[in-house]
């Protein structure tokens, strides 16, 4: 007997309309996974389903599901549906809803929300778009200086069930950060004992206007659960939490990707993206490259002496360059990364060229002397090409050789160089490296051939 999974099980609940089995099955669900079930659905369906949910539950798959269903969602809500899902909602959610949905729905929802919220939603929306205040939350647990502990509980007990987490609370005094305590030490310590005594003033926080890359770092550097946001006079403002640091962390990673592949970044899911939409994204990086492939054919243009000489060192070229563009590849992924977690600076420039040209001559030397038994024994005896003689062997080799060398050390270069000049550093990965290196790798190709057969 075949097994039924999970999926098929659910749609054939759905054909036969059991939408109160349906209920009970999706209230036991984590609202990601009813997220994925109600957007896989269809249209028709989803709608349905969605109000057979909890009021809370409801808000919470809402916010997982992608800003397209969301649309859909709203465009079918009456307004007293749309004014309990926002009102569930936690501010920087609502924001992000806000940031992705067209005028006329943004509209609808600021309509909706209550106008504290809207206040919150307002106030963050003014914050730069990949700033720290662009993805915080104005709600957390704030304490006095002056409470006691058992204060404090009784505070967390009545304001809690609105914030977006709790363990960590911070303590103010006229907005001006003091410190943090945490549930576990309120607990843990007598009713009697201050807050004050209890929390730690050395507190890591960041700006409304650092870069949000640099903040979702720190998550990862100091295994926070939240960040506190200040302003310019140490006045607290937000919170970061860790799942929006996540989430700044995946976009960044994409972005990167796509600009190292020769891509414009997409704001959509690969299934989603229409062809043309696709060919937006790609065609500007591919005629660029096109373009500044053109030095590649000039140079050939201009050594065809050295061809006419030497037929046979056509044959090599494809290869010089395939291990030229790859070895420049390799040193700017490599440095790309260690500037991404900020493991190098512009600083460290020299000891970087030391490290890749040492590196250069090791894979060179070894690149070079496989190459020559290759070309003697296969080109030359199994092929049975007279024109593969030593001198031109010799002649591939020691380009492969110095080809490696100016690939690696431009390929550390150039990412550092862009980061120095505001650039991306994502920019200089793979198809920009390779092109300029096939364009070097000619060059000294030709060059040497002048020298030792020419």
């Not at 205040?133 to 304490?143: C, F």
């Not at 937006?280 to 000489?309: D, Y």
């Not at 090599?316 to 190098?344: K, Y």
Request: aromatic residues 6%.
């Amino acid at each position: 007997m075949a097994n039924i999974t999970f999926e098929e099980t659910f749609e054939k609940l759905l054909a036969e309309k059991k939408y109160s089995t349906i209920k009970d099955v999706l209230i036991t669900m984590n609202p990601s996974d009813v997220a994925a079930m109600l957007e896989g659905v269809g249209e028709e369906a989803m709608p349905l389903l969605f109000r057979l949910l909890p009021k809370e539950q409801a808000a919470e798959t809402f916010v997982e599901m992608d800003s397209e269903y969301q649309e859909l969602l709203i465009l079918g809500f009456s307004d007293k549906e749309l004014h309990e899902v926002v009102a569930e909602m936690y501010v920087d959610d609502a924001v992000a809803l806000v940031d992705e949905m067209p005028a006329n729905v943004v509209k609808r929802i600021l309509a909706q929300a209550d106008p504290q919220m809207r206040k919150e939603i307002n106030e963050i929306l003014r914050y730069p778009e990949y700033s720290a205040g662009s993805i915080m939350t104005t709600e957390y647990v704030n304490l006095r200086p002056s409470m006691t502990c058992g204060e404090a509980i009784t505070h967390i007990r009545r304001t809690g069930v609105d914030k977006e987490t709790i363990y960590t609370c911070y303590v103010t005094r006229e907005r001006k950060l003091l410190g943090t305590v945490t549930v576990r030490e309120l607990l843990t310590s007598p009713d009697g004992a201050l807050v004050e005594s209890l929390m730690e003033t050395n507190v890591i926080s960041v700006e409304t206007h650092d870069d949000r890359e640099d903040v979702a770092r720190m998550f990862a550097k100091y295994n926070f659960i939240a960040l506190p946001v200040v302003d310019s006079e140490m006045r607290m403002v937000g919170i970061v939490t860790f799942d929006d640091a996540m989430d700044v962390i995946e976009e960044e990673t994409t972005e990167d990707i796509e600009i190292m592949a020769g891509m414009v970044p997409s704001e959509k899911p690969y299934l989603r993206s229409s062809p043309f939409e696709l060919f937006k994204n790609r065609m500007p990086w591919l005629l660029i490259l096109m373009v500044s492939a053109t030095f590649t054919g000039l140079i050939i243009t201009n050594s065809e002496h050295a061809l006419a000489a030497q037929v046979v060192l056509a044959a090599f070229i494809p290869m010089l360059m395939g291990t030229g563009g790859n070895s420049g590849a390799q040193a700017s992924v490599t440095v790309i990364r260690a500037l991404s977690l900020d493991e190098i600076e512009l600083k460290d420039l020299p000891v970087i060229i030391w490290k890749e040209i040492r590196t250069a001559v090791l894979c060179g030397v070894v690149l070079a002397a496989a190459c020559f038994v290759k070309i003697m024994l296969v080109d030359g005896l199994a092929m049975r090409n007279p024109n593969v003689t030593p001198t031109v062997a010799l002649t591939v080799c020691i380009t492969m050789a110095f080809t490696v060398l100016v690939a690696k050390v431009i390929g550390c270069i150039l990412p550092l160089v862009a980061k120095k000049l505001g650039f991306d550093p994502a920019v200089m990965a793979s198809p920009f490296i390779t092109t300029i290196v096939d364009a070097l790798s000619l060059l000294i190709y030709f060059l040497i051939a002048d020298i030792t057969l020419i």
